[in-house]
């Protein structure tokens, strides 16, 4: 029994992390019908980013807590940055174009970031310090959950809230919405479709980044291809609860967490990575949108 | 003042790169042991910051050339000068002596070049072949693969195995080891034409970003499986002492190999140059094009849209199937990491450089990908970058590629009434 519970847990924990990479795919693609293949870079340019400001910080001797609200803070804004300028180059000059010279065009930045961080930084795995805190509370049952595993947890959580309320509430999500409906009619109506635009690759490379210093903290190292792997997951996790739906990428990125540290804890971890592409392979042919995604019907 | 405003953007322009690439490209940590220490190499941000001064002109320059549709007004009279081209090498008194002189360079090649050079040669046309094969998917059928190395390495673990547990039955025979090369190549081929249909049927209902994906899932579960099937593949350290092919009794030193290898698949690109020249015309080409262009028209007309896909899938994978044979004689060793995603996204790269549907275009693409490396060296460390840069730019400012596929125009004469 403790040790379902230990494999539920690193299981919940997996999926928060999938759930803060995907919610960057799932609002993308709700907005540009893009698979931004490119994000899986932004979340590891976020690792790198915390890493080396954080060292640098820590070494001009701050306080660990401030260390950690300054790396994590500067994360953020390079990562949401970096999605900026990302979409400038690499997508809006494709907007017009067929959907499959966009994909490539993704693939192409993909493939330059990971390089463009493998050349200017080193191609070894970094030892990643945590400055997180520890939990006294939890000091007896650390077999089970740490408190790293509580705080990424947590951090989900008000992410997820937040982030509802954000598209539930605010002018902005309402502008989102709209865009994801139809592009012509919010145009028509007064949206800047622009700045809808590069406001949700703001926010999805934002969370992400946040994603990537609390995984990095949570696995203790770093490396430049940590984001191509996570990235496709998180995609899977996406499409699992039907991509350009913010519910069914949470819901999906939980199963896809969970079926993960099962399907390792009791079949074997060979194969902790094959679980999510069978998965992705199964719900494509019974359910093609997805857990939670609306069918989409095709016009000639 | 219109350059004033030019040239604030692009002084804009160097100081958010300079902010942006400031972390990554400037400093440098080591956390790496006890002495955590920062380095600065203010010499990037120099860098940095005049390029993105200049290249940002050249980037507003070109997009609005793309935008006023003068790219696109040159590359008509070029698609013209190609056809033009084409239409003097086809006549029979150009043709024939330029395909003889052709046929003496390549048969000459081996002998006035050194045993390096080619062997760049083969590398290069193993990546012809794997651009023709893949060609066949992304340019005629529309269907973007992105697991199309997957097929290389059950190519080459076709030929490997086959090696792994034949080669005592064939010693036993009195046979040489290297006639299972002539073995293994048909029956890779049919084994990964067999995988292609095996990943086509699951993904025939999928639309063009999904099958990037699951493709690509493919290609990952396959690349898994032969690094951790280790009682069969030898795990990640890879099949060794891979036979050269047997040829008619000539004693296989590297010199000679090579160029057997060398006359090998030479014969065999010709034969796939003309096997995909006589495929585009065919009646299945063709239904391939119409999927490309849209499948519930390409349907209504008729066409079996499962068909076509599951043979695109498979003829695609069959050249890569032999490459893969041809790789491992050539290397006489086979390992799972040497297939990894990024193989298939340069050989997407070679297709998209030279131009989708593009028999031409395929070749000069693969050409240029694995020879420029090769010869300017200190390009290579910054190869992938490149590479990267060379699918994003190609897609926004030539998505046609650099040699642009000359498609057949009828022209309906209006009848005098």
Redesign the interface.
Known sequence: MEYFLQLFLSGTTKGSIYALIALGYTMVYGIVQ??NFAHGEIYM?GG??A???G??L??AGLSPGLVLVLSTG?AIV?SA??GI?VEK??YK??RK?P???????A???????????L????E?F????SYLPSFAFLKDHTHIINSTQLIILMVTTVVMILLTLLIKFTKMGKAMRATSQDKEMAMLVGININSVISMTFVIGSATAALGGVLICSFMGQINYYIG?IAG?KA??AA?LGGIGSIPGAVLGSFVLGWTESFGAGYISS??E??F???I??LI??FR?AGLLGRKES?K? | MNWLSELKKSALTAL?FM???F???V??????GSD???VYRWK?MVIVGIGAFFLSFVWRWM?ER?DRGQSAKSAESQLKLTAQLSGFINQKHVKRPLLAALLVFVILFPFITSLYQTNIMITALIYVMLGLGLNIVVGYG?L?N?GYAAFYMVGAYTYALMFKYMNSFFIEMGWQSGVMFWIALPLAGVVAAAFGILLAL??L??R???L???T???A??MK?LAT?LDKITLGPSGIPGIPRPWFFGLRMNPMNATKVIYFIIIIIVVLTIIIVKRLENSRIGRAWEAMRE?E??CQSMGIDITKAKLTAFSMGAVWAGFAGVIMAAKTTVVNPNSFT??ES?II?CVV?LGGMGSIAGVIVGALIIILMPEYLRAFS??R??I??????LM??FR?GGLVRKIRKVHKLEEEDA
């Open positions: 893009l698979i340019i790198f980013i890493l080396i400001l060292a640098t820590s070494q500067a390079y940055a970096y300028t180059i690499a000059p494709l174009a959907r499959l010279s966009a994909l490539i065009s693939i192409g930045m993909s493939m330059f970031l990971q390089y463009y961080v050349l200017s930084q080193t070894k970094l030892p990643f310090p191509f496709i995609f899977v499409v060979d194969y990575d094959a999510a592409f069978i992705l392979i494509l042919i093609p095709k000639v | 958010w902010f942006l690439t972390p990554i490209m400093m440098k940590v080591s956390t790496i955590n220490t920062t990037n997009l793309r529309g973007l992105l699951p993904v209902r999928l063009g970003d999904y990037a994906i699951v690509l899932a493919f990952e579960i898994m951790n849209d519930i028209a995603v990024w996204v997407l998209v460390e910054y992938m970058l590479f990267g840069i060379v699918l994003v897609m926004i998505p």
